[in-house]
């Protein structure tokens, strides 16, 4: 259910969610609402702003006035007001993807040998 002034961008997914008057739900947020088995609700708090490129995992709750960063994973209730920030911390492993397309093609080629 959108309320009354809730902007949801294009490239969302909106299951089954409540989104409160005035929230802002950022161009390619999804809310995972389905574990195989059960659906499960996920609500968003009036006035709330949910960054781009976010999941909301349901159950879960995000607060009135509640900021989420983008890209971020949410797992658990942000409160009223608060920012949450879910993202990994960053890594950057030099040169990993010429070793692995290298080991990648020696296998291939022992296999087609």
């Given at each position: 259910?959108?309320?009354?002034g ?14 409160g008057?005035?929230a802002n739900?950022g161009?390619?947020t999804i809310?995972?609402?389905y574990?195989g ?7 968003v708090g ?24 983008a890209?971020?994973?949410?797992v ?5 007001d608060?920012l949450y920030?879910?993202?990994g ?8 993807a010429?070793?692995?397309r ?5 296998k291939k080629?022992?296999?087609?040998g």
């Amino acid at each position: 259910m959108l309320h009354e002034g809730a902007k949801v961008s294009h490239l969302t997914y909106i299951g089954d969610a409540e989104i409160g008057a005035d929230a802002n739900i950022g161009a390619g947020t999804i809310t995972c609402n389905y574990d195989g088995f059960f659906k499960y609700k996920t609500t968003v708090g009036a006035g709330a702003f949910i960054g781009s490129n976010s999941a909301l995992v349901a159950p879960v709750t995000v607060g009135a006035g509640a900021i989420v960063g983008a890209g971020s994973v949410v797992v658990q209730d942000v409160a009223a007001d608060a920012l949450y920030l879910g993202r990994g911390e960053p890594a950057q492993k030099t040169g990993w993807a010429a070793r692995f397309r290298a080991a990648m093609q020696a296998k291939k080629a022992a296999r087609q040998g």
